[in-house]
């Protein structure tokens, strides 16, 4: 007669796959936002306490986020949040110009007139705080990051849609290490020009676009980094 044991087996499975992505959201939330700071050492089994989770749960949780390029294995217990460097600013960069270019160029062709209405609003709001020019204003990075991830669901491209996320948030893991760094001012409209060329429905004026945003983006990274490691 069979046991009822195997039922019992793939619920201990479920919990503990559900912790570990308990584990593993909460710790990316963690170096996201600045809580783990760049630099800042990991001990895989300090999480396992913090948590109440087994060590094998950890590694898997601590292979995910190394696979994001989040952290970086340094002994077998200890991992760090990785810190930017000149090599990491530029190649996130790169594949942000990749993801945002593709993205605007879909949503030149499959944004509706709904969506292009809320992008301008969500640009005019972005540029007014960005004019009133308060370093302390902490909803500008979030600002951004939402219209840029908007311009990318109204290409309505999920695998696009995926790839940008992960890399805005390498990319917040790198500024909580050149936040005190000047910033270049960025040209007038400089957000509501991305908008302006979905709603021509002009793919190569988009590409255009949004290739020097990006890039310009970079070169603000960079600049910070530089002034950061002088400092």
Known sequence: ?????APRR???LAGSATLGQTVFETLRSEIASGVLAPGEPLSRRAIASRFGCSYSTVVEVMVR???TELIEAETAQIARVVRPSIER???VHVLIEAIETQAIRLACDAATQADIDELYAMAEALEKRIDARDPDDRQVPLLHV???KRITQAGRAPALLRAQERSQLVVCCHRHAIVT????????????VLVDAIQARDPLAADAAMRAHTRRGMEKDLLAYQLAAVQ
């Open 1 to 5: 007669m069979p046991t009822r044991q």
């Open 10 to 12: 793939k619920q201990s």
């Open 65 to 67: 986020l190394e696979s």
């Open 89 to 91: 600013i530029r190649d």
């Open 146 to 148: 939402q219209f840029h």
């Open 181 to 192: 760094a000047k910033e270049l001012p960025d040209p007038p409209r400089w957000h509501l």
